[in-house]
């Protein structure tokens, strides 16, 4: 059975599955349409150091660069509106290629045109993210989006944190305003 993960509450994922290395990240959200168009929720990844910044531009993976410099992650592609059963965008990461100066793995939500479309986190129901180890499919953990943002368009989700030779998982749930490049310019 998954974990269900929560704010300020890390959670070893290699400790829960020794051995673990290729895991997939799963965004999932209800279908909506408002002011006559689909929201479309991205999933993005900052690859961080230990001074919290990217350690280059190249590791912040998503729509425009799929796949980070050491081939540890890639995202295979975007879903338009949230539509069927089980996660709607995926992130595929090998644990064990991850650069050695990455210390933080953070994953983000946003939401495409969010300002052209008059789109927030307001209109998303039931969004989630999970962590499911690649070998079967199973779910490790989750992490429930509960949170009501109205005026907000993008979302740092949670993270993947080195804790020795360990990796901790932990539920973040802080929303911005500003878009994408709000949260660039946050890593940058």
């Given at each position: 059975?998954?974990?269900?993960?929560?704010?300020?509450?890390p959670?070893?994922?290699?400790?829960?599955?020794?051995?673990?290395?290729?895991?997939?990240?799963?965004?999932?959200?209800?279908?909506?349409?408002?002011?006559?168009?689909?929201?479309?929720?991205?999933?993005s990844?900052?690859?961080?150091?230990?001074?919290?910044?990217?350690?280059?531009?190249?590791?912040?993976?998503?729509?425009?660069?799929?796949?980070?410099?050491?081939?540890?992650?890639?995202?295979?592609?975007?879903?338009?509106?949230?539509?069927?059963?089980?996660?709607?965008?995926?992130?595929?990461?090998?644990?064990?290629?991850?650069?050695?100066?990455?210390?933080?793995?953070?994953?983000?939500?946003?939401?495409?045109?969010?300002?052209?479309r008059?789109?927030?986190?307001?209109?998303?129901?039931?969004?989630?993210?999970?962590?499911?180890?690649?070998?079967?499919?199973?779910?490790?953990?989750?992490?429930?989006?509960?949170?009501?943002?109205?005026?907000?368009?993008?979302?740092?989700?949670?993270?993947?944190?080195?804790?020795?030779?360990?990796?901790?998982?932990?539920?973040?749930?802080?929303?911005?305003?500003?878009?994408?490049?709000?949260?660039?310019?946050?890593?940058?």
């Open positions: 059975m998954a974990i269900q993960i929560e704010k300020r509450k959670v070893s994922l290699t400790m829960e599955e020794p051995g673990l290395n290729n895991i997939i990240a799963g965004l999932g959200w209800d279908t909506a349409l408002v002011n006559g168009h689909s929201v479309d929720l991205d999933l990844l900052f690859m961080l150091g230990e001074n919290g910044k990217l350690i280059a531009d190249e590791y912040f993976v998503f729509y425009n660069n799929n796949t980070s410099p050491d081939g540890s992650v890639h995202y295979p592609g975007d879903s338009r509106g949230g539509e069927g059963d089980g996660d709607d965008e995926v992130i595929h990461i090998d644990l064990s290629k991850i650069d050695p100066r990455v210390e933080f793995l953070y994953f983000a939500v946003t939401i495409d045109q969010s300002e052209e008059g789109h927030h986190f307001g209109h998303v129901q039931n969004s989630y993210i999970n962590i499911r180890n690649n070998a079967d499919k199973s779910v490790l953990c989750q992490y429930m989006l509960k949170e009501e943002f109205t005026n907000e368009d993008s979302l740092m989700i949670a993270s993947l944190s080195r804790n020795g030779g360990e990796w901790n998982v932990e539920a973040l749930g802080q929303a911005f305003s500003g878009g994408l490049n709000t949260l660039i310019e946050l890593y940058q």
